[in-house]
């Protein structure tokens, strides 16, 4: 395992690496759930009176997010409840003069990591050790925290060169994430363990099953992954319509191994019994699946009877993990299946995970309250990547240390 926080000594230089890559509209970055997140770290770092250099990335060099972190500074700073300082320079002289200023508790934020042509390359760390941008930064600090586990699945120098030239510790985000999210495959559970499954990505919900499939008593499907599952089973759902090409492309590549998984794993796969669809006055529309004769409307939820099904499923499982949405959530009309199935995991007081950047986000948009879910996490593709077995480079090599 890791070092954490408990573990650093008094009175550090400590270089910390967060994951404040956000969305930005009209050219303003928008405040999120990571800022939160990331600032309990920063504030027990800052108030134990460490100095705190901060680094962090945003979009990638040639898209529109590929912004300046000088927002994310005044962002970060009023979730902290302390100046966050900024400096427009990722390890050249300015960084270093600031890094050096800086007196004990303060805190100061280093310009977008991927503006260094060092950063983005996927290399060993080995490599990214022996960057300019690595050991010029290791000169000026005595401690390096890896608090960005949704960025950990990248071998980027931030994230892995570090830990091989300075004594290295997992922040509070990092710890948390790291201990829940591996939580289904490490820890055992005296009752039933339920999987929830949807989203857009069959392959994800494959690679669930697969890694999962001996830990999970059951998989709730929905979503367009569901709806593969379905037509797997023979019903008339799952096909292409207008600007949905998806479809049929992810039928193609996956058709024999859901027909598999359907054939080995039928007893724990729960399939939809009902779908719901946008009807002629542009309300909620419901069918019954085994009313199905023809597919001839996008299908954009489970319906009410599948929610019914799989909610005391959910009562009564010990444990819950969510992957993915089980509708087109951000429509009201079609969020029936997504907060369904939450709210039933937020009134039981069974172990749950809620994951996935998209999905754990319907929990803020209809009201429900994060306290009531045991973890929910702020990673995209770490999160899927830790559900199907796959190593993070940014915490294997801090284990390594
Ligand atoms: N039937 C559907 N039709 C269209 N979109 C859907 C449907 N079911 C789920 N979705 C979409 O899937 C998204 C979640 O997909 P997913 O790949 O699991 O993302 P994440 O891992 O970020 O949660 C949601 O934003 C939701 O709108
Ligand atoms: O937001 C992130 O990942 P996510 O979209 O999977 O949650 C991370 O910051 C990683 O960003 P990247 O996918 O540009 O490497």
Redesign the pocket.
């Known amino acids: 395992m890791f070092k954490t926080l408990d573990d650093l000594d008094p009175e550090q230089r400590v270089l910390v690496r967060l994951d404040l890559n956000s969305p930005i509209e009209d050219g303003e970055v928008q405040d999120n759930r990571r800022f939160d997140r990331h600032a309990e770290t920063v504030r027990e770092l800052a108030e134990a009176g460490h100095r705190v250099v901060l680094m962090a990335h945003q979009g990638r060099p040639g898209g529109d997010d590929f912004v300046s972190l000088e927002q994310h500074a005044d962002i970060l700073a009023s979730h902290v409840g302390r100046d966050v300082a900024f400096v427009a320079d990722t390890y050249g002289d300015e960084a270093i003069d600031a890094i050096d200023a800086l007196e004990a508790g303060e805190v100061l934020l280093l310009e977008n990591t991927r503006m260094c042509d060092e950063e983005l390359p996927e290399e060993d760390p080995e490599v990214k050790a022996d960057t300019e941008f690595v050991r010029t930064l290791a000169e000026h600090v005595d401690a390096y925290v890896n608090d960005a586990y949704s960025a950990a699945h990248r071998s980027h120098a931030s994230l892995v060169g570090f830990p091989l030239v300075l004594p290295a510790y997992a922040g509070r985000v990092m710890q948390t994430e790291y201990e829940a999210n591996s939580s289904i495959a490490t820890r055992e559970f005296d009752g039933q363990v339920t999987m929830v ?5 069959a392959t ?1 919900v494959i690679d669930v099953m697969n890694n999962l499939g001996d830990k999970v008593d059951q998989f709730l499907l ?6 593969l599952f379905l037509r797997a089973a023979g019903n008339d759902v799952g096909f292409d319509l207008e600007g ?1 090409d998806f479809f049929d492309d992810q039928w193609e590549e996956n058709r024999e191994t859901i027909e598999s998984l359907l054939d080995e794993r039928g007893d724990q796969i729960k399939l939809a019994v009902d ?1 719901a669809y946008e009807n002629e006055t542009d309300d909620r529309g419901e069918i019954a699946v085994a009313n199905i004769t023809e597919k001839d409307r ?5 319906g009410s009877m599948t929610v019914d099904e799989y909610d005391p499923i959910i009562r009564d499982s010990e444990a819950v993990f969510v ?9 009201e009309r ?1 969020a029936v ?2 907060t369904g199935v939450l709210r039933a995991i937020a009134e039981t007081d069974c172990f749950s995970v809620v ?8 929990i803020e948009m209809y009201g429900m309250d994060e306290a009531d879910f045991g973890h929910v996490s702020i990673a ?2 770490a ?2 990547r830790a559900l199907t077995g796959a190593p993070l480079a940014g915490v294997e090599a801090l284990k390594q240390d």
């Open positions: 499954v949807g989203g857009t990505k994800d929905g979503g367009i992954a569901g709806e949905m779908l996008a299908y954009l939820d489970v992957k993915g949405a089980l509708g087109l959530f951000e429509d079609f299946g997504t994951g996935g950047g998209d999905t754990s986000r319907a995209g593709g999160y899927i």
